[in-house]
């Protein structure tokens, strides 16, 4: 008897289901419309304007590139400091950095004109160097080897120098950095905290 006491409800419940299925594929397209609320504008939802105010402000808040190029000389600098302590982690943590940041530098203006107004494709620029010189450089702090270091990262300036050239920036010329961007980070591995 409990059984199918059940046996029924669970029959009753699965043809409510079915029923309440049935009547809503029956309700008018018109009817779920009203019922949802104002119609959609007629391009497909998207309201023209509003969307071109987010992309007007969008633009007015991307940094320069020059500022993300700020940021490329601030991890690379510090890159160098962390190499002569042979703090190899923050080593790697800068190297990241710098490759994070010049690729965001590239997101924001992927393709320069120089001074004649050709194009200066970026990207193509910084790929072989990626793959050549900062592979080098990513090498040679993994494998902890402070030589191999050094002619990697004169390398990878000489490189970027020729990326500035290309940009008709001449007057932009990376060098081995003589004093630390940051006197808030230790390169120091062995260092105490706090000092």
Request: hydrophobic share 40%.
């Amino acid at each position: 008897m409990k059984t199918n006491i059940i046996v029924r409800s669970l029959l009753l419940i699965a043809g409510g289901a079915v029923l309440g299925g049935l009547f809503v594929a029956r309700v008018s397209p018109l009817q779920r419309t009203q019922a949802a609320g104002p119609a959609a504008p007629a391009n497909g939802g998207v309201d023209v304007a509003a969307l071109r105010a987010d992309v007007d402000h969008l633009k007015d808040v991307v940094p320069s590139q020059s500022h993300a190029m700020t940021d490329v000389g601030y991890q690379f600098a510090n890159l160098w400091f962390a190499a002569e302590k042979r703090n190899w982690p923050l080593a790697t943590f800068y190297l990241n950095e710098t490759r994070s940041h010049i690729r965001w530098t590239i997101r924001i203006r992927p393709v320069r004109k120089d001074l004649a107004g050709n194009p200066v494709d970026l990207k193509g620029i910084f790929d072989p160097i990626e793959n050549g010189v900062m592979a080098s450089l990513k090498e040679a702090i993994e494998k902890k080897d402070r030589g191999q270091f050094v002619t990697s990262y004169k390398q990878t300036l000489q490189a970027c120098y020729a990326c500035h050239k290309a940009s008709d920036k001449p007057f932009l010329r990376p060098m081995i950095p003589v004093s630390e961007s940051q006197s808030i980070i230790n390169p120091d591995p062995n260092a105490s905290w706090p000092e």
